[in-house]
């Protein structure tokens, strides 16, 4: 028998897992546990899976799904502000980091994005104190999980905006976006958009005709802002 082929093969093995080596995360806070349901958002989850179905999956293979949390769901001009690139609205509830890794197994993988665009800022608002180090374990292992997923899938994280109704929680915020910006820093396939410059008037407050009245989600002119930062990105990587 020749074994050269088989060596061939053997080393085509190799490198491919070599290529693709498994993620992990250490987590660099203390250890906190929910008080809610991660699974509380089931029936939005069941109404993308129903109407993903009509569609027929095979048809949203390999395009771009925006995945967070109200400030997604309510993107209303999402198709029109990204044309021509193909896009996925998978925003759902007031979601946080948690339940956006308990449903990425169903709202990401099996749609092999190409891009991924994620956005949450609702776990310092959760109900309960988190420090920014434990909102950047939550944002790790969601990362950890679409790495060892979907390799190939290149993933863009909106920093957290600077909503007027949670002012009083800025410098948390900043930290935990500080430190999810070194993690993407390090990682291949993530990159950092910060929609923050945009939210500001040239005095330096926040322009409050970005958000409506609960100063907490944006008016279309908000989203205008966005669009402004992250389709540039998007049409320059989307080959």
Known sequence: MNKKPFLLIVTLIALTIACHKTLTHTPIGEKFTLNYEANRFEKEIEAFEKADAAIGLDKLQGQIVFYG??????????????????????????????????????????YNPKMIVLYCENDLFSGKDKSPEQVFDAF?????????????????????????????????????????????DKH???????????????????????????????????????????RPVLLKDYK
């Open 140 to 184: 790790a292992e969601l990362a950890t999980l679409i790495h060892n997923k979907l390799p190939k899938t290149k993933v863009y994280y909106i920093s957290m905006k600077p909503s007027i109704s949670r002012k009083d929680k800025w410098n948390l915020t900043t930290k935990a976006d500080g430190l999810i910006k070194d993690y993407i």
């Open 188 to 230: 291949k396939n993530f990159s950092f958009l910060d929609i923050r410059p945009v939210m500001y008037r040239p005095n330096g407050t926040v322009n409050g005709e970005y958000f409506i009245k609960d100063s907490l989600h944006m008016t279309p002119k908000g989203y205008a802002q966005w669009t402004s930062v992250v």
């Open 69 to 110: 949390s109200s400030s997604i769901r309510l993107w209303k001009s999402l198709t029109e502000d990204f044309a021509p690139l193909p896009v996925i609205n998978h925003g759902f509830g007031g979601s946080t980091f948690p339940e956006l890794t308990h449903f990425a197994e169903r709202m990401l993988v099996p």
